[in-house]
Each structure stands twice: as C-alpha cells, then as structure tokens.
C-alpha cells in the first residue's frame, strides 16, 4: 500500500522560511512526478504550487517563483519545497501530491496536508 506523507509545517513570521518534505512510501512503484499545492482557505479549490518531474524538470507558480524552491532525493522518494520570504498570504494547508507508475498504471496520491501559517 503507498502512503505519502507531509512533514515541516508550523507558525513562521513574514519574511521567514520554512522547508516542508514529503516522502511516498509503499513498494513496486517508480515516480512520474511530484508537486506541492496549497488550498488557502476552506472553500477555495487547491492551487498548485510548485511541480518537479521524473526527469528533474520544475514548475512554479508566479506568486511563489523567486522565493520557492522544490527539489527531490530520488534515492529516499522525498520532495522538499523550501519556502523562503514567506509572506502572510502564503498560509494554507499545504498538499503533496505523488503521481506514482505502479505496473502498466499511474495513479494519483494525496498526502494529509500539512498547516503552514505566516503572521504580519
């Protein structure tokens, strides 16, 4: 069975950081992709955040590019979003989400979320 897992949230004041992981855990399954997205308020759908693929490629949000930065340990199945010059509207659950090839399949999975709070 996979499980992904957040860690790394918390109360930060604006202008700190915050590095946030997320490992996929199970077996007989290869990484297609990983990526953080945040949902900022209930209600609110979630946004994606940053992405990184397989092969190392990234994506970001123009409201995080510059201060974000998503990079992985393939070796641990681990992706980190180090959250820098946090701002008080960068508070939200915070999401990872792993596409996973499992045999001829790919699925999508979610971890629980983890609450990063930024106060002005």
């Known amino acids: 069975q996979v499980q992904v897992v957040e860690s790394g949230g918390g109360l930060v004041q604006a202008g700190g950081s915050l590095r946030l992981s997320c490992t996929a855990s199970?077996?007989?399954?290869?990484?297609?992709?990983m990526g953080w997205y945040r949902r900022q308020a209930l209600g609110n759908e979630r946004e994606l955040v940053a992405?990184?693929?397989?092969?190392?490629?990234?994506n970001y949000a123009d409201s995080v590019k510059g201060r974000f930065t998503i990079s992985r340990d393939n070796a641990k199945n681990t992706v980190y979003l180090q959250m820098n010059i946090l701002k008080p509207e960068d508070t939200a659950v915070y999401y990872c989400?792993?596409?996973?090839?499992?045999?001829?399949?790919?699925?999508?999975?979610w971890g629980q979320g983890t609450q990063v709070t930024v106060s002005s």
């Open positions: 989400n792993a596409i996973l090839r499992i045999g001829p399949w790919t699925y999508s999975y």
């Open positions: 199970g077996s007989d399954f290869s990484i297609e992709g």
């Open positions: 992405e990184i693929t397989s092969g190392g490629a990234t």
